[in-house]
């Protein structure tokens, strides 16, 4: 099992910035891509970032974002702490969604609770 702890959503204008944080524990050895999706209300859920492994150690990895935020958004991983950010500048109102840490391993997708980004205009 992996465990999902994310952090960092909250209320920001227009052109502001935010970083995202998911914290993995558990199985995280498994682990070789996080990312982040968000779900806008009546809308379905959708990709933001991902940043997957090439090799086991992470030595080399690659990023993909989707292109809405592309330029914007920048997707880390911190090795030591098992965490991944999303660090999201230029922010704009259609922004505003939950967005959800997913985590892909050998052992199953995991889903984190979600946190609330809302952009005010």
């Known amino acids: 099992q992996v465990q999902l702890v994310e952090s960092g959503g909250g209320l920001v204008q227009t052109g502001g910035s935010l970083r995202l944080s998911c914290a993995a524990s558990g199985r995280t050895f498994s682990t070789f891509n996080m990312g982040w999706f968000r779900q806008a209300p009546g809308k379905e859920r959708e990709f933001v970032a991902r940043?997957?492994?090439?090799?086991?150690?992470?030595?080399?990895?690659?990023?993909n974002y989707a292109d809405s935020v592309k330029g914007r958004f920048t997707i880390s991983r911190d090795m030591a702490k098992n965490t991944v950010y999303l660090q999201m500048n230029s922010l704009k109102p259609e922004d505003t969604a939950v967005y959800y840490c997913n985590v892909g391993s050998s052992i199953g997708t995991y889903w984190g609770q979600g946190t609330q980004v809302t952009v005010s205009s």
């Open positions: 940043i997957s492994r090439s090799d086991i150690r992470w030595i080399n990895y690659s990023q």
